[in-house]
């Protein structure tokens, strides 16, 4: 049995892990992917990596202040930009200044890896099941073999999205946890990579981040390789429209989400988007909350302590999931701490 079972290796639950660990905890984190990060995410493809989630980490507040210093004491950080250009139509960009960016060599992906070191993450674990029994928390996970394996701990923190935390808690009965993880919704979008040979009307672009306030298609364009420096192939994510990612996010046919995608980029901005080397498509189906609950975390302590976290308790950002994973880590502390100085309770 472990002291305290974390559900999902993304940046709150990373966080919150390793201030519990810190604080003396025996913690060990069950995530469902093959990687840690959740959305913090870089995929490997076509001999270079590409972000296909956050796309960079700016300093928002005390907590990404923090990790950017850390990681700059670490390994190499660097500002990408602080520039956005709005697509205005007819050729005309406007630029506009935005927080710094910045962005790392090996992707975004390498920041979740930071914040792992030395902590207990057991991949390809999905949790199917909560359950309380024997006076702890049971835990049922399917592994990537569709093999079960049952969890046991005395406390629990699920770091997940709150649309997917429903189905986990709603057996348990709990209304204070429930009903609050009902009341958020989150946007989905789609995330279209592509690469393409350089030329120099790809290399004369000025922008790093373009955005098309006036499509209800792509959001936002993303000169990837434009982080890297690894010269070999042009790449962009194109982040679709949260309308757009609504309409079809149930849809099989990726072919055409990223060729709608592709053809809005070629009409707006009269560049060859539409004949990419290679593409590929990622559907986030919870990619950033529409509201918040303006709390660090939902947690109740009967009948054993049980948190819920992430970037939805507080906002939609990733200086809201570290603040969500810290304030989670600290109300469970001090409550095993109190547990510990009350043995009746
Ligand atoms: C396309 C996109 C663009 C973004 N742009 C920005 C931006 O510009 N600026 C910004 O600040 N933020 C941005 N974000 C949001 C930011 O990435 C998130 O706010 C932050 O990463 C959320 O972290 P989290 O730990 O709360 O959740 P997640 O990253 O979602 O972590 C949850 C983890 O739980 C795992 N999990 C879920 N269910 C289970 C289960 N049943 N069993 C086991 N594991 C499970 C998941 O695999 C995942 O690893 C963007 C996100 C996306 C997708």
Not at 54 to 64: D, I, K, R, V, Y
Not at 192 to 213: D, K, S
Not at 293 to 317: F, H, Q, R, V, Y
Request: charged letters at 15%.
């Amino acid at each position: 049995m472990e002291n305290i079972l974390v559900i999902g290796a993304g940046l709150a639950g990373l966080t919150c892990a390793k201030s519990l660990q810190k604080a003396g905890h025996s913690v060990l984190i069950l995530e469902k992917s093959r990687g840690v990060g959740g959305r913090v995410a870089t995929k490997r493809l076509y001999n270079t990596c590409v972000d296909q989630g956050l796309p960079a980490l700016e300093p928002q507040g005390q907590c990404t202040d923090q990790l950017l210093a850390d990681l700059m004491a670490a390994r190499s950080v660097q500002l990408w930009t602080e520039t956005t250009h709005q697509w205005q139509g007819n050729h005309s960009l406007l630029p506009l200044s935005m927080g710094k960016q910045y962005s790392l060599p090996d992707g975004v992906n390498a920041i979740a890896k930071y914040l792992a070191q030395d902590l207990n993450i057991l991949r390809q674990q999905r949790v199917e099941q909560i359950h309380y029994r024997d006076n702890s928390w049971e835990i049922t996970c399917q592994m990537a073999e569709g093999e079960l394996t049952v969890y046991s701990s005395q406390a629990l923190v699920l770091a997940i999205p709150a649309p997917q935390a429903i189905p986990l808690v709603a057996p348990l009965k709990l209304p204070s946890i429930l009903t609050p993880l009902e009341s958020i919704e989150f946007d989905p979008t789609f995330s279209v990579m592509v690469g393409y040979t350089p030329t120099p009307q790809w290399e004369a672009l000025p922008w790093q981040i373009l955005t098309l306030p006036e499509s209800s298609t792509v959001q936002k364009i993303f000169y990837d390789s434009r982080k890297r420096n690894h010269g070999e192939q042009v790449v962009f994510v194109l982040h679709s429209h949260p309308d757009f990612a609504r309409h079809s996010l149930d849809s099989d046919d990726m072919e055409t989400v990223a060729r709608t995608l592709l053809e809005t980029a070629r009409e707006r901005l009269d560049l060859p988007f539409d004949q990419p080397q290679w593409q590929q498509v990622h559907r986030w189906r919870y990619a950033r909350p529409c509201n918040n609950l303006g709390l660090t975390c939902l947690s109740t302590a009967d009948p054993l302590p049980l948190i819920c976290c992430g970037d939805w308790c507080l906002g939609n950002s990733a200086e809201a999931a570290l603040l969500s994973g810290n304030g989670a880590a600290q109300w469970l502390n001090a409550q095993l701490i109190h547990s510990q100085e009350s043995p009746s309770l």
